[in-house]
C-alpha cells in the first residue's frame, strides 16, 4: 500500500506496542515509533507531544540509539523523568530547519481591494494581506540537500504555513491558502506550493497529511486538483499543465487503490470512498493523546485498532468530532476511545473526489486528452450516481454508516458538501438550494451569530459545537451561492457577513486572526481539542478573502 516508504522488521520492543503485521507510520526509529519514542512521549516532557517529533537529531541515529541504551542499561530500564528530559537536552534540538521567507511576488495593495465595496471589509482584507509574509517559510538549503537528521519533508520551493504549531505544509489546509494567495496577486507563490505537492506526489504517490515522516501513513482531504483548478483559472499555462497532469492523476488513483469501499445499497453496490490508515500506532505528534485514549481497551487487538481510528480520523481533517463516534447501539454517545471513522463514507471525501474527477477529466480535454477525459468521466459519474443514491436522504445528504447501513442523521456543515462540489444528479440545482436552506433553517443553525457550527453535540471536542471552522464556513456558504437559489443565495450572504464580523472583532481586539471561533460568542476563539487555539491562520485568511471577494465586491 505505502511501499515507497519501505516497510521492515520492528525492534522487538515496539512488537509490545503494535503488531508487526501493522503499516509503521514511517521508516524512522525516533519520530515515528519504537522503545525511545514511546519512552520520550509517555515521560510528558513537552506539553505538546508535537514538540519532540519535530526536533532535529544533533547526532546520526545510530549514536543516539547507543546513547538510549545507556540511559536504559543504567536505570534498570526505568529512566526517571528528569534523566529523560537529560537525554533529550544532550541528544535532541530545535529543529531549526525552516527560515523565514521573502515572498518574491508580494504586493501589499493588490488590485482587488480596490473593488471591496465595503470600508471596513476593505481594512480586514487590507490587515489579511498584510499576514501572508509573516508566514512564508523555506526549508534551509542544507537541509534539503540531507536530512536524516530531521522529520521534516523537504520540498523544493518555499511556501505558506497554517501558523502556530503548524510549522509545515499540510495539505487541505493548503487549498484555501492556495486561494488566498492568488487572490492577493501572488501566483508564482501559489504555484510553488502546488509544486511541492506534485513533488511529493511523484516521490511517495500521494500527498501526506503535512510534510513531516510522521504523516506517511495517512493522506488528508483531497484538493490537490482543485488547487491546480483554481492556479488554471489565473494563469492558463497549459505547457505547465502538460508536464503535471499525470501526477493529478497517480493522486487520485491512490484513492482509487486504497480507500474504497463497495457499499450496497437498494439493490446496487456502489464504489465509494472512506478514510482508512492502517497503521496501528500512535500518532507521533500526538502520541500520549492516543496512548492515554486507547489506554481503557484492555486487548491488544482493540487498542491497535483504536491507533488506526485515531490516525484515519486525522487524514479526514477533522480530528476530533463526535461525528465518528459510536456507542455499542450505532448511537454517538460513547467518547473518542469509541471512534470508528473508517465504517462511514464520508459526504465531503466523497464529494471532493467527484469534484476532482469532474475537474481533472475537463483539465485533459483542455490538453486534447480524450481518453484520459472519458476516463475521468466515467469514474465521476458512477460516484455522482453513488453520492445521489447513498447519500441523499430526504433533502440533504447525510454520512453512511456501513455496519449499520443506515445514515446518520445529525447536522454537520460537510452534509453540505456536494452542493459546494456541484454534484449534479436528478435533483435541480435549485431545488437542492432550496432543500439546503430550510434544512438550515429547521437546524437552528442560522441563529448562530459567530459563524456555522461544526456540529450540534457539545462534546468538548474541536471539531464539534460550538466550534466554527474556516472551510465549513467555506462549505456551507459556497455551496449555498453556487446553487443559484434565491434565497440560498441570500442566507449565503447573510452568513459569510457573520463569519467576517467574527473575524473582523476578533482581530480587532488581539491583532489575530484564529484556526477556529466560537460560534455562540462573535469574535471569540475556539477552544477544546489537544492543543490551544493556534493563530496566523492560513486557512481563516483565505476563506475572508474569499467571502469578501465573492460577496462585498464589485
Known amino acids: 500500500m505505502f511501499s515507497n516508504i519501505g516497510i521492515f522488521l520492528l525492534p522487538a520492543v515496539f512488537l509490545k506496542i503494535v503488531s508487526p503485521y501493522s503499516i509503521p507510520s514511517c521508516d524512522s526509529h525516533i519520530y515515528c515509533q519504537g522503545e525511545l519514542l514511546d519512552t520520550v512521549q509517555r515521560a510528558k516532557i513537552f506539553p505538546d507531544s508535537k514538540t519532540f517529533v519535530d526536533q532535529r537529531m544533533l547526532y546520526d541515529e545510530s549514536v543516539i540509539f547507543e546513547n538510549f541504551q545507556q540511559l536504559m542499561n543504567t536505570s534498570d530500564n526505568r529512566p526517571s523523568r528528569d534523566q529523560i528530559r537529560t537525554f533529550v537536552q544532550s541528544n535532541f534540538a530545535e529543529g531549526n530547519e525552516l527560515q523565514n521567507w521573502t515572498l518574491p511576488d508580494y504586493d501589499p495593495n493588490p488590485p482587488f481591494l480596490q473593488k471591496v465595496n465595503n470600508s471596513t471589509l476593505r481594512y480586514l482584507a487590507t490587515e489579511i494581506v498584510k499576514i501572508w509574509p509573516t508566514l512564508a517559510r523555506k526549508i534551509k538549503a542544507d537541509i534539503i540537500q540531507d536530512s536524516s537528521r530531521y522529520s521534516i519533508i523537504p520540498v523544493p520551493n518555499p511556501f505558506v504555513v497554517p501558523g502556530g504549531r503548524f510549522k509545515e505544509s499540510y495539505y487541505w489546509d493548503s487549498f484555501w491558502i492556495v486561494e488566498g494567495l492568488l487572490i492577493s496577486g501572488m501566483t508564482q507563490t501559489a504555484q510553488g506550493m502546488i509544486e511541492n505537492f506534485l513533488y511529493i506526489v511523484d516521490k511517495y504517490g500521494f500527498i501526506p497529511n503535512g510534510l ?6 495517512r493522506s488528508h482531504p483531497p484538493l ?17 499543465l502538460r508536464r503535471n497532469i499525470h501526477l493529478l492523476d497517480k493522486e487520485l488513483e491512490f484513492f482509487l487503490s486504497n ?23 500512535p500518532r507521533p505528534e500526538s502520541y500520549i493523546e492516543d496512548v492515554e485514549t486507547c489506554a481503557t481497551l484492555k486487548e491488544a487487538t482493540h487498542i491497535e485498532e483504536c491507533y488506526k481510528e485515531m490516525k484515519s480520523t486525522a487524514e479526514s481533517g477533522w480530528d476530533f468530532t463526535y461525528r465518528w463516534v459510536f456507542d455499542d447501539n450505532g448511537g454517538n454517545n460513547a467518547n473518542r476511545t469509541y471512534t470508528q471513522c473508517r465504517r462511514i463514507i464520508p ?48 433533502g440533504i445528504w447525510f454520512d453512511y454508516d456501513v455496519k449499520f447501513r443506515i445514515h446518520r442523521k445529525y447536522f454537520y456543515p460537510s452534509n453540505l458538501a456536494p452542493l459546494w462540489a456541484e454534484i449534479n444528479g436528478p435533483v435541480s440545482t435549485e431545488e437542492l438550494g432550496k432543500n439546503a436552506y430550510s434544512y438550515l433553517i429547521s437546524s437552528g443553525i442560522t441563529s448562530y451569530l459567530g459563524g456555522i457550527p461544526n456540529s450540534l453535540n457539545n462534546t468538548g471536542e474541536q471539531w464539534d459545537f460550538p466550534m466554527a471552522w474556516a472551510p465549513s464556513q467555506s462549505i456551507v456558504i459556497q455551496g449555498l451561492r453556487r446553487s443559484g437559489q434565491k434565497d440560498a ?4 450572504k447573510t452568513l459569510a457577513g457573520r463569519w467576517l464580523m ?7 481586539r488581539t491583532g489575530e486572526m484564529y484556526e477556529k471561533y466560537d460560534a455562540v460568542h462573535p469574535g471569540q476563539a475556539g477552544g477544546g481539542g489537544e492543543y490551544s487555539v493556534q ?20
Request: charged share 20%.
Open 212 to 217: 513531516r515522516v510522521y504523516y506517511l501513513n
Open 224 to 240: 490537490l486538483t482543485s488547487m491546480v483548478t483554481l492556479l488554471m483559472n489565473y494563469t492558463n499555462d497549459l505547457e505547465w
Open 259 to 281: 480507500r474504497t469501499f463497495q457499499v450496497s445499497y437498494k439493490w446496487k453496490t456502489h464504489t465509494m470512498f472512506h478514510y482508512d490508515s492502517e497503521s496501528g500506532s
Open 347 to 394: 459526504v465531503d471525501l466523497n464529494s471532493m473526489l467527484a469534484k476532482a474527477m469532474r475537474e481533472l477529466k475537463n483539465l485533459h480535454l483542455l490538453l486534447g486528452d480524450t481518453d484520459k477525459y472519458f476516463y475521468w468521466q466515467q469514474k465521476y459519474d458512477d460516484l455522482e450516481e453513488a453520492i445521489n443514491d447513498v447519500l441523499y436522504h430526504k
Open 489 to 492: 443565495q441570500q442566507l449565503a
Open 502 to 508: 467574527s473575524n473582523l472583532m476578533a482581530y480587532k
Open 535 to 554: 493563530t496566523g491562520f492560513g486557512w481563516t485568511n483565505g476563506v475572508a478573502l474569499e467571502f469578501i471577494v465573492d460577496f462585498f465586491s464589485l
